[in-house]
């Protein structure tokens, strides 16, 4: 029989190493938004237009066979664009509830700060509690739920500073950084082909990821 913490920590290597194949150099940072998955977190990452925040996130979601979604913040951006709304249903005559992207098991929130204080308050509920309640009624997100949110750098245009109760939502913070001239060249050859992340496969099942993370919280640290 296998153990099951062996068994874990190669279910999670393999996970990281997957992500390793189109994320070029950024071995850390790939671990720390692993990490921040199987301990049942959400991860926010910091960093400049174009230093690849986009396809970790992406990379993490195909990896687990996971649904997924992606919001890009914006100045117009409502809560009901994250959280869903009410429609009128004339067939039915009556209101049916209909939800966007916040229903999935990975969430992109691509340049989060970027978006108004109302529309980031929409997030509170749905990362703390894994529901959203629109007119008064409860939906639960699917399970497992996790979110990545990026931002600019706060000295940028545009841009809204995250309150303290937005950012305790976070199991951490990370910034990915540059990568050397030599990965430079590796990605750009290799996104002038084709876009990697899109042929990534799955190397684990949302079931898979939901036992991951059980025996993750099972790991005691003094």
């Not at 509690?129 to 706060?154: C, I, M, R």
């Not at 309150?163 to 590796?186: H, V, Y």
Request: hydrophobic share 40%; glycine share 8%; proline share 6%.
């Amino acid at each position: 029989d296998i153990d099951p913490r062996s068994l874990a920590a190669a279910m999670a290597a393999a996970l990281i190493d997957n992500c390793e194949t189109v994320v070029r150099g950024r071995r850390d940072a790939v671990e720390l938004v692993v990490m921040g998955l199987l301990s049942g977190g959400h991860v926010l990452i910091q960093d400049v237009p174009g230093s690849g925040k986009t396809t970790l996130s992406r990379a993490v979601a195909r990896s687990i066979g996971g649904d997924f979604r992606r919001v890009q913040g914006t100045a117009d951006l409502l809560p009901g664009d994250v959280t869903g709304s009410s429609m009128w249903d004339p067939t039915y005559q009556q209101f049916r509830f209909v939800p966007v992207p916040v229903f999935a098991n990975v969430l992109l929130v691509d340049e989060l700060n970027r978006a108004t204080p109302r529309a980031q308050s929409a997030l509170l509920e749905a990362m703390d509690e894994a529901a959203v309640t629109v007119d008064g009624e409860s939906h639960p997100l699917p399970d497992p739920f996790f979110v990545v949110a990026t931002q600019n750098p706060s000295d940028q245009y545009g841009t809204y500073p995250l309150p303290e109760g937005q950012l305790d939502r976070f199991a951490m913070t990370l910034s990915l950084g540059a990568n050397d001239a030599a990965t430079e060249r590796l990605v750009m050859r290799e996104q002038l082909m084709r876009e990697t992340v899109v042929e990534l496969r799955p190397v684990l099942s949302t079931g898979d990821l939901r036992w991951l993370q059980l025996e993750t919280r099972r790991t005691h640290v003094a």
